[in-house]
Antibody, heavy 114, light 112 residues
Framework: EVQLVDSGGGLVQPGGSLRLSCGAS????????MSWVRQAPGKGLEWVAN????????YYVDSVKGRFTISRDSAKNSLFLHMNSLRAEDTAIYYC???????WGQGTLVTVSS | DVVMTQSPLSLPVTLGQPASISCRSS???????????LYWFHQRPGQSPRRLIN???NRDSGVPDRFSGNGSGTDFTLKISRVEAEDVGVYYC?????????FGQGTKLEIK
């Protein structure tokens, strides 16, 4: 079964850091662009970051540039999102997404609050 | 950034009746390779989004044929031929032609 499992969310204080993980199974992970998409509580969807098949090309939405880093480990079939200098407005469910959105993880909730 | 504008934002529909959602982009979504990277997603409450349509009009695997997509350039439409109870939730269009990828605001479909 093709699956993405998101983890690593939690409560963090403003200015803090967190690392999200996404475990992939059921497909050849190294063949696909991978992304993180977030959804603030009760709001719409926002595409946060992309990485290509070997991790050499990464793109970020302006609001997270310089604070978030997307990375991948193909040996472990895993995608990561390193988040620094977190702000209240980063509070959201973060989804790992394969390619153009055919497969989504279940999401992991990040809450930034003091 | 490309702005995606959906209408209506709220869509009450009677079971068995058709429904239509419009999505307009602030720039053409035709990419240099000739493809148009416009997608449609459905999200039920408490669930992850599910992709229904890729590249304007191609139904994803397992998507009922009552769902169809069409359009070109900057104007796109998702149609449901006969709404069923399981179709409730929020529908999003998304463009992947330009970075950053952007979504519409969402259209909430409910049963009258």
């Amino acid at each position: 079964e093709v699956q993405l499992v998101d983890s690593g969310g939690g409560l963090v204080q403003p200015g803090g850091s967190l690392r999200l993980s996404c475990g992939a199974s059921g497909f050849t992970f190294s063949n696909y662009w991978m992304s993180w998409v977030r959804q603030a509580p009760g709001k719409g969807l926002e595409w946060v970051a992309n990485t290509n098949q070997d991790g050499s090309e990464n793109y970020y939405v302006d609001s997270v540039k310089g604070r978030f880093t997307i990375s991948r480990d193909s040996a472990k079939n895993s995608l990561f999102l390193h988040m620094n200098s977190l702000r209240a407005e980063d509070t959201a469910i973060y989804y790992c997404v394969r390619g153009g959105g055919a497969i989504w993880g279940q999401g992991t909730l990040v809450t930034v609050s003091s | 950034d490309v702005v995606m504008t959906q209408s209506p934002l709220s869509l009450p529909v009677t079971l068995g009746q058709p429904a239509s959602i419009s999505c307009r982009s602030s720039q053409s979504l035709v990419y240099s390779d000739g493809n148009t990277y416009l997608y449609w997603f459905h999200q039920r409450p408490g669930q992850s989004p599910r992709r229904l349509i890729n590249k304007v009009s191609n139904r994803d695997s397992g998507v009922p044929d009552r769902f169809s997509g069409n359009g070109s350039g900057t104007d796109f439409t998702l149609k449901i031929s006969r709404v069923e109870a399981e179709d409730v939730g929020v529908y999003y269009c998304m463009q992947a032609t330009h970075w950053p990828k952007t979504f519409g605001q969402g259209t909430k479909l409910e049963i009258k």
